[in-house]
Nanobody, 132 residues
Framework: QVQFVESGGGYVQPGGSLSLSCEAS??????????IGWFRQAPGKEREGVVC??????????YYVDSAKGRFTITRGNAKNTVYLQMNSLKPEDTAVYYC?????????????????????WGQGTQVTVSS
């Protein structure tokens, strides 16, 4: 059973930073063989893709939604099957539950976007609240 466990969320003032972590388990292959993504769901809104990264074997290119460009950075951890999301210059509109996920589909992460439907398994998420 594929599982994702997100952590690192919390309460931060506007302009602050948070580093989210995600640990995957139950995957058939090492996480390096999967495209990975971070998603978020704000209160009253649908879940949206924030950033994704091609599988390492496909080059590891990234895609960021416009609101995340220059502020968020996705990385694969040195520890096996871990993913991080560094979030800087946080804004109140970044408040949401953040999720990570992975897909072996070549259509999950591409140069112009993220196809959320290609990501099948979801964790419980971690709450990020940005407020003064």
């Amino acid at each position: 059973q594929v599982q994702f466990v997100e952590s690192g969320g919390g309460y931060v003032q506007p302009g602050g930073s948070l580093s989210l972590s995600c640990e995957a388990s139950g995957l058939t292959l090492d996480l390096d063989y999967y495209a990975i993504g971070w998603f978020r769901q704000a209160p009253g809104k649908e879940r949206e893709g924030v950033v994704c990264m091609y599988s390492r074997v496909s080059g590891g290119a990234t895609y960021y939604v416009d609101s995340a460009k220059g502020r968020f950075t996705i990385t694969r951890g040195n520890a096996k099957n871990t993913v991080y999301l560094q979030m800087n210059s946080l804004k109140p509109e970044d408040t949401a539950v953040y999720y990570c996920a992975a897909t072996d589909s070549r259509y999950g992460c591409y140069s112009h976007g993220i196809s959320q439907s290609e990501f099948a398994s979801w964790g419980q998420g971690t709450q990020v609240t940005v407020s003064s």
